[in-house]
């Protein structure tokens, strides 16, 4: 089949975590052997050195300078394929949602990588990319957040036709255990872009963990986070972490953290991506709770949730190394079976084509 989609950003992983989940989806989904088309703004920031995959092997690239640039080829292209989606935070996206149901394009789809975020800006009437009148629009909603906040919200408060989860993913090709890399060397780490709403778990469950156990060793990853920002003497921060360099993160790193933003805690039933690329490459990963966590996976034998800063230092401290090691692998065989990029494209392809999803995608979360 033909999929032409409308997303952030497939070229560049810079402060973003798109990039990643549109590259492992898309590659799996054109496995199956399908074509995409992907259209992406060419933003300022995501170009020269912050690109690094300028041209995909596994979809046809548009990069645009404005919507008016490409309108009129890209809804001839849509209008032709089996199938178009807009993502999440596409640039002018109320327009182009506007331009393609004006134009009859159909089957229409919207995929919401950051559902509860993308909720909260509707209910405040500041959303950029997709209006409240939109949401109907689509034949199917599909979300990055599952469980009872597709019925209540999604369908029941914002009146999408149907809404499906379809989670992130990870490429089980991609992310296999790596040597250790000395520049990852920790014994808890953390990777994430800057987020306000998601620092204060970085706060507790990292810097003051490092406040408490000076001896050890700390690793921050990410961008954007500020400038006088004060980190603990044995926190070592890296500003960027590029994908193919991810499986050495979390090869390294004795714990791995894992932080999930106030919105998505809110909603629940919103696991990472970065969730997903640990426990494939079968890192012991501490993480917040939020309500679905312990459907999604298993509390206490495939991830560990603290409550507070002791409780972290002790896991650090006082866990076994074969216990560990045997947490890490109970969460990489439970990713491996149910989180992997052939999974989430088998879900895709049958709510694309109209078909019942796989069993895992529609079972009840409630």
């Keep these: 089949m033909k999929l032409v989609l409308f997303g952030l950003s497939l070229s560049s992983s810079w402060g973003n975590g798109h990039a990643t989940t549109y590259r492992s989806l898309l590659r799996a989904f054109a496995a199956r052997g399908h074509h995409v088309t992907f259209y992406e703004w060419n933003a300022p920031w995501y170009c020269g050195a912050h690109r690094d995959l300028p041209d995909p092997p596994y979809a046809e690239l548009v990069l645009y300078e404005s919507w008016g640039d490409v309108r009129t080829r890209a809804i001839a292209e849509a209008r032709g394929a089996d199938a178009t989606m ?147 003497a044995n926190v070592r921060h890296v500003t960027h972490v590029p994908p193919h360099r991810h499986p050495a993160f979390y090869s390294t790193a004795r714990w791995q953290l894992n932080a999930t933003r106030a919105d998505m805690v809110a909603a629940g039933w919103s696991p990472s991506v970065r969730l997903f690329e640990a426990g494939a490459l079968g890192a012991a990963v501490l993480s917040d709770s939020w309500p679905g966590i312990d459907r999604l996976f298993s509390p206490g034998a495939e991830i560990l949730l603290p409550r507070t800063t002791e409780e972290v230092a002790e896991i650090i401290t006082g866990t076994a190394e074969a216990d560990r090691l045997r947490l890490g692998e109970s969460l990489r065989h439970r990713i491996l079976a149910e989180h992997t990029s052939a999974r989430r494209a088998a879900e895709l392809e049958a709510y694309l084509t109209g078909r019942e999803a796989p069993a895992f995608a529609t079972a009840s979360e409630a």
Excluded: N, W
């Design 86 to 232: 807009v993502g999440s935070y596409v640039h002018e996206g109320t327009r182009v949602i506007d331009d393609l149901a004006a134009a009859g394009v159909a089957p229409l789809f919207f995929y919401d990588i950051d559902t509860p975020v993308t909720v909260a800006a509707l209910r405040r009437g500041d959303a950029e990319y997709l209006r409240p009148d939109q949401v109907p629009l689509f034949d199917r909603y599909l979300s990055f957040t599952g469980g009872p906040f597709l019925s209540k919200v999604l369908e029941g408060e914002l009146g999408a036709r149907a809404a499906s989860p379809l989670y992130c993913s990870v490429d089980a090709e991609e992310y296999r255990r790596t040597e250790p890399d000395r520049e990852f060397d920790a014994d808890l780490a953390y990777m994430g872009t800057y987020a306000p709403d998601r620092q204060p778990v970085v706060e507790r469950f990292l810097l003051e963990v490092a406040r408490l156990l000076p001896d050890r060793r700390f690793l921050l990853a990410g961008p954007q986070y500020p400038e006088d920002m004060r980190l603990p």
